[in-house]
């Protein structure tokens, strides 16, 4: 079955350094999409960055990249240059298949990231 | 454009009673979903449709029922909340197909408490 697991519950940075989020995941499918998604005290789901499967370089997004390695199942969230705002919930997320099909995703437990002055 | 509009915003339920969370869209997608998030456990995956007419069971179906008669509208319904339906409930849009990074449009959120 596939399942997406985030081993942080917590992490503080510093403002201004960078901070890796972790998620790894679990499929037999060859062809997946991989998500990150920022969860402020608002409440609001923001998407921040796509990875799919086939995709050879990494993703990135402004200050945010995504470090793929297919082979150990793992699509790190990497925010570099860290700001007040950042702080919230980070959820990684996977879409199995190459198509959307249906909107369905499967969601982590999520990384509460505290960034301090 | 609204994007993907949901209401109420907060809702209290008594154990036993019933009640329908909207959602609606206004972007033409085919593809809508509902989610709902506890503490600890990100969101999980309710219900969604793929069509009009054409819905499917996720991951925690049980409790909720779903209809789409429109392309704009998923309403949830309850019909005998429990309070481990307590919950913030999210609906979500996308359309069909394509390679790239479509990705899902979340409406802002229902928090159901049930007493």
Redesign the interface.
């Known amino acids: 079955a596939q399942k ?1 697991t ?1 081993t942080q ?1 917590g992490m503080f940075v510093q403002e201004k350094e960078a901070v890796t989020l972790d998620c790894t995941y679990d499929t037999s499918d060859q062809s997946y ?1 991989l ?1 990150w998604y920022k969860q402020p005290s608002s ?3 923001i ?1 921040l960055i ?1 990875q ?1 499967s086939y995709d050879e370089q990494n ?1 990135t997004e402004g200050r945010y990249s995504l470090n793929f390695q297919k082979a150990r199942k793992s699509a790190n969230l990497v925010i570099s240059a860290s700001q007040l705002g950042d702080s919230a919930m980070y ?1 990684c ?1 996977m879409r199995e298949g ?13 990384t509460e990231l505290s960034v301090k002055p | 454009n609204a994007g993907v509009t949901q209401t109420p915003k907060f809702q209290v339920l008594k154990t036993g009673q019933s009640m329908t969370l909207q959602c609606a869209q206004d972007m033409n997608h085919e ?3 509902w ?1 709902r998030q506890d503490p ?6 309710i219900h ?3 069509g009009a007419g054409i819905t ?1 069971q ?2 925690v179906p049980n409790g909720y029922n779903v209809s789409r008669s429109t392309t704009e509208d998923f309403p949830l319904r309850l019909l005998s909340a429990a309070p481990s339906q307590t919950s ?1 409930y ?1 609906c ?13 449009y ?1 409406g ?2 229902t928090r159901l408490l049930v007493l």
Request: charged share 15%.
């Open positions: 997406i985030q519950p999409g998500f409440g609001e789901m998407f796509y799919g993703a959820f997320a190459f198509y959307n099909q249906g909107g369905k995703l499967i969601f982590g437990q999520g | 593809y809508m979903s989610y600890g456990m990100g969101l999980r995956l969604y449709s793929v499917d996720g991951e913030v999210f979500a849009s996308s359309y069909q197909g394509g390679r790239a990074k479509e990705t899902q979340f802002p959120g």
